[in-house]
């Protein structure tokens, strides 16, 4: 890694709590509080909304498993799908800690090529998912804003993008191309050689093998989990829609539909922020503003969602904890 890129996550995690505590300080953690108070019980309506977010993709991911035995159930990933994402919210290392930690908290359940090809095949849907739903913000964004004709010049060249990617993907995999593989054998002609790669090198050719085995052979399956992930995001505009209803006066779905997609966006953009300190603030606030809310609205709004996120980080942390204690003694010095 060069070493100016050496820096740079710190330093991008750094800026985005120092822009958090500004934009707290902007509105002033007095209406925060207010808000929660007003929002009252509504908190565990909200919490309720996210855990039916980690079902629904702890299912996604139950059909993601490609085994000739025994399929654990959907219930089975629960644990290990939170002890992920507690890892993802709350450390900077985020998805480079959080899914690792979910493959070997699966790997009880079933071998670890298998958990680590399943995790990686949920987070591609998931991917694909997300960004679906946030084309389908940037279309109603078009179509709201028709008058600056300008936008619609940037919302066609998004959509020619995400097209042009989507197709390239498909042509990929139709192809099984095995980039991973081309990969390590450039590196491995420019003379460049990891122990960690080399050590693993069968088993990563073996997982990215699984993955387009299951996107080329199990279309439908692939389908309904696409289906699944895209249904995650509605349980975020339900979030959304119910802050902007207790919280403000002229709440609306379109400026919930809005706000989750640019959450899904920052989220994805921002892995590395632990809870999206700052940048998902920043997301709501620059969301809402453009669609007529005040901007400390967006800020509160951002914030009060950070309570359901801490409350499943903890049962998540609770879950770790638990497995870690199943753990040999070997493979715990190990971890």
């Known amino acids: 890694m060069k070493p100016g890129l050496r820096y740079l996550r710190p330093i991008a995690g750094m800026a985005s709590i120092a822009l958090f505590f500004c934009m707290l300080q902007r509105i002033g953690p007095e209406a925060v509080l207010r808000n929660i108070r007003v929002l009252g019980w509504g908190v565990v309506a909200l919490i309720l909304l996210s855990g039916l977010r980690h079902i629904l993709r702890a299912l996604a991911w139950s059909y993601c498993v490609q085994t000739d035995g025994r399929r654990p159930l959907w219930f089975e990933f629960l644990g290990p799908r939170l002890v992920g994402e507690a890892l993802n919210d709350l450390t900077p290392a985020g998805p480079l800690l959080g899914e690792p930690a979910r493959v070997l908290a699966v790997s009880r359940l079933m071998p670890a090529q298998t958990a680590a090809s399943s995790v990686v095949l949920e987070n591609l849907i998931f991917g694909l998912g997300a960004v679906l739903f946030m084309l389908s913000?940037?279309?109603?964004?078009?179509?709201?804003?028709?008058?600056?004709?300008?936008?619609?010049?940037?919302?066609?060249?998004?959509?020619?993008?995400?097209?042009?990617?989507?197709?390239?993907?498909?042509?990929?995999?139709?192809?099984?191309?095995?980039?991973?593989?081309?990969?390590?054998?450039?590196?491995?002609?420019?003379?460049?050689?990891?122990?960690?790669?080399?050590?693993?090198?069968?088993?990563?050719?073996?997982?990215?093998?699984?993955?387009?085995?299951?996107?080329?052979?199990?279309?439908?399956?692939?389908?309904?989990?696409?289906?699944?992930?895209?249904?995650?995001?509605?349980?975020?505009?339900?979030?959304?829609?119910?802050?902007?209803?207790?919280?403000?006066?002229?709440?609306?779905?379109?400026?919930?539909?809005?706000?989750?997609?640019?959450?899904?966006?920052?989220?994805?953009?921002?892995?590395?922020?632990?809870?999206?300190?700052?940048?998902?603030?920043?997301?709501?606030?620059?969301?809402?503003?453009?669609?007529?809310?005040?901007?400390?609205?967006?800020?509160?709004?951002?914030?009060?969602?950070?309570?359901?996120?801490?409350?499943?980080?903890?049962?998540?942390?609770?879950?770790?904890?638990?497995?870690?204690?199943?753990l040999p003694a070997a493979e715990r010095s190990t971890t």
């Open 137 to 326: 913000g940037i279309v109603l964004a078009v179509i709201a804003v028709a008058a600056l004709r300008g936008f619609w010049w940037v919302g066609g060249g998004l959509v020619s993008c995400f097209l042009a990617c989507l197709a390239m993907v498909w042509w990929a995999v139709n192809r099984r191309l095995l980039l991973l593989g081309g990969m390590l054998e450039f590196l491995r002609s420019r003379g460049w050689r990891w122990a960690l790669l080399e050590r693993h090198e069968q088993s990563l050719r073996a997982v990215e093998q699984t993955v387009y085995d299951f996107f080329l052979k199990s279309r439908r399956t692939f389908l309904a989990v696409l289906a699944i992930e895209i249904a995650t995001n509605f349980t975020g505009i339900g979030e959304a829609y119910l802050i902007l209803k207790v919280t403000t006066a002229h709440s609306s779905l379109f400026a919930a539909y809005l706000v989750e997609s640019a959450s899904r966006a920052v989220q994805i953009a921002f892995s590395f922020v632990p809870l999206g300190l700052g940048v998902q603030e920043g997301a709501a606030a620059a969301t809402l503003q453009a669609i007529g809310y005040a901007a400390s609205e967006g800020i509160s709004l951002a914030i009060i969602r950070k309570i359901r996120i801490l409350f499943w980080a903890v049962i998540g942390l609770v879950f770790l904890a638990r497995y870690s204690m199943f």
